[in-house]
């Protein structure tokens, strides 16, 4: 008889500039975390799809050493590198159960920006 381990979270911040990995216990408590910075992205290339994934990697292999499997994925944000980041966490070796779209939606909050014009 397997005892049962309850899966834990995938909190994934994306902004337009990075990507921040954190993995926390069903109970809050954080195991390891990682960001695009700190594999090696620098500067602009922190927010490209590529250091989500690479990132998202790095943190579901100290996931797997420490004896996750199942995780729960919650998207934050609307970066980039969304697509990636869960991609690379199933790449990394970790079975998603579930993913919950968490983005903040202003309800008529603050004015937005200036529309670029190119």
Not at 29 to 44: H, I, L, M, V
Request: aromatic share 6%; glycine share 10%; hydrophobic share 40%.
């Amino acid at each position: 008889m397997t005892s049962f381990v309850p899966a834990c979270f995938f909190p994934l911040p994306l902004s337009l500039c990075s990507t921040h990995i954190q993995v926390v216990s069903f109970d809050n408590q954080p195991f390891s975390r990682t960001s695009c910075g700190t594999e090696g992205f620098q500067n602009a290339k922190k927010g490209t799809a590529i250091a989500a994934q690479t990132a998202a990697m790095a943190a579901a292999v100290k996931a797997r050493g420490k004896g996750v499997l199942h995780v729960r994925v919650m998207v934050k944000g609307l970066g980039p590198g969304r697509k990636a980041a869960i991609k690379g966490l199933t790449m990394g070796g970790l079975e998603i159960i579930s993913i919950t779209d968490n983005t903040p939606v202003p309800h008529n909050g603050c004015r937005p920006r200036k529309a670029r014009r190119v």
